[in-house]
């Protein structure tokens, strides 16, 4: 018998945590170096993408430099996005003026499209969402690294083992 109880955490952290103390056997999170004591399976990069009204001056660039976020007024996603986003900045030495928000994806997108600032949002959470908002790759190109997270030096069972399988087929099968 395997039982699967699937959560939905509402911070990055969490489901680390969540792993540490054995409450967990499995993960999927996005990766975050700074973490210990599990063993990393990448699954796939999910692309960023510049969140911007409609009527902003893109002037027939394919891409959004990473610098043009600097200073700006930016809506910040929730649920943990912000340790893959503010990674990416610090990276490129960006400071926009992030707004305080604590709102869910599509209550950002509706806010850029009002004109209110900007964003940076992942290919697989705009799918199906970028009507009102004009949507561009950021340069340089920057994804977050997604995957599943196990706790590292312990013998598997075979269930376990079977399900990282499965859930590995499975994911490639919807790319």
């Given amino acids: 018998d395997v039982d699967v109880d699937i959560r939905m955490a509402d911070h990055i952290r969490s489901p680390y945590e969540l792993l540490?103390?054995?409450?967990?056997?499995?993960?999927f999170v996005s990766h975050q170096e700074e973490e210990?004591?599990?063993?990393?399976i990448h699954l796939r990069d999910d692309t960023m993408y510049a969140v911007l009204p409609k009527d902003y001056p893109i002037d027939?660039?394919?891409?959004?430099p990473l610098s043009e976020f600097d200073g700006r007024d930016?809506?910040?996603p929730a649920q943990g996005f912000d340790k893959d986003i503010?990674?990416?900045?610090?990276?490129?030495?960006?400071?926009?003026?992030?707004?305080p928000t604590a709102v869910d994806d599509p209550t950002v997108i509706s806010m850029v499209e009002h004109g209110l600032g900007v964003s940076m949002m992942t290919e697989l959470t705009l799918r199906g969402r970028g009507d009102g908002v004009l949507l561009v790759p950021v340069e340089p190109k920057s994804a977050r690294e997604l995957g599943m997270a196990v706790r590292a030096g312990e013998g598997r069972q075979a269930s376990l083992q079977q399900f990282l399988e499965c859930a590995q087929t499975v994911l490639a099968e919807l790319e």
């Fill in 20 to 27: 540490a103390q054995g409450k967990m056997d499995v993960i």
């Fill in 36 to 40: 210990s004591g599990y063993e990393w």
């Fill in 60 to 64: 027939g660039r394919t891409g959004y």
């Fill in 74 to 76: 930016f809506i910040m």
């Fill in 86 to 99: 503010m990674r990416i900045f610090n990276r490129v030495g960006v400071k926009p003026h992030i707004l």
